[in-house]
């Protein structure tokens, strides 16, 4: 015969057993990793129709968003370093899409801004949000867009603190 008091213990037990042996998909930094994965699946037949690779495409949006920036702005809104960025940025030129010149008023930042060609780009590529295909509202899509961007601005904000 089980006591009241033997559940609660067992349950206890049973978590303290699943802390010091944690399975892959008990953590959150693997979910939003392989979530993070499924996105880049999910995204790449239809970015492969517009020649872009999904870095190129977030690049891309951060202009639409603000045109003619810095590529340390740039590189700062898409959390890519310098050395990453730079061989986006070459291709898109490359492609078309925007170009790249030194700032007059300092000649040691250099300036993208798109082409017409990148602006129009964004007509076709912008129905690109799969919110109907995570399956969740879009009320659910839009609280968990947003609970991901907390948690990512506290880690950067927790690693920042904890560098000085």
């Given at each position: 015969?089980?006591?009241?008091?033997?559940?609660?213990?067992?349950?206890?037990?049973a978590?303290?057993?699943?802390?010091?042996?944690?399975?892959?998909?008990?953590?959150?930094?693997f979910?939003?990793?392989?979530?993070?994965?499924?996105?880049g699946r999910a995204?790449?037949?239809?970015?492969?129709?517009?020649?872009?690779?999904?870095?190129?495409y977030?690049?891309?949006?951060?202009?639409?968003?603000?045109?003619?920036q810095?590529?340390?702005s740039?590189?700062?809104?898409?959390?890519?370093?310098?050395n990453?960025?730079?061989?986006?940025?070459k291709?898109?030129?490359?492609?078309?899409?925007?170009?790249?010149?030194?700032?007059?008023?300092?000649e040691?930042?250099v300036?993208?801004?798109?082409?017409?060609?990148?602006?129009?780009?964004?007509?076709?590529?912008?129905?690109l949000?799969?919110?109907?295909?995570?399956?969740?509202?879009?009320?659910?899509?839009?609280?968990?867009?947003?609970?991901?961007?907390?948690?990512r601005?506290?880690?950067?904000?927790?690693?920042?603190?904890?560098?000085?």
């Amino acid at each position: 015969m089980t006591t009241a008091k033997a559940k609660p213990a067992a349950a206890k037990t049973a978590a303290k057993a699943a802390k010091a042996d944690p399975k892959l998909q008990d953590f959150l930094c693997f979910a939003i990793y392989s979530a993070n994965l499924a996105y880049g699946r999910a995204y790449k037949p239809i970015l492969e129709e517009l020649g872009l690779t999904y870095t190129q495409y977030i690049a891309i949006v951060a202009l639409w968003e603000e045109d003619n920036q810095t590529v340390s702005s740039l590189g700062e809104k898409l959390f890519l370093e310098s050395n990453t960025l730079t061989p986006i940025l070459k291709n898109l030129e490359a492609a078309g899409y925007l170009r790249r010149r030194r700032d007059p008023e300092d000649e040691r930042q250099v300036l993208i801004s798109l082409t017409e060609a990148g602006r129009r780009l964004r007509e076709r590529a912008l129905p690109l949000n799969l919110v109907k295909e995570t399956s969740l509202s879009p009320d659910d899509f839009a609280k968990l867009q947003k609970a991901v961007v907390a948690l990512r601005d506290n880690l950067v904000k927790g690693t920042k603190s904890a560098a000085r």
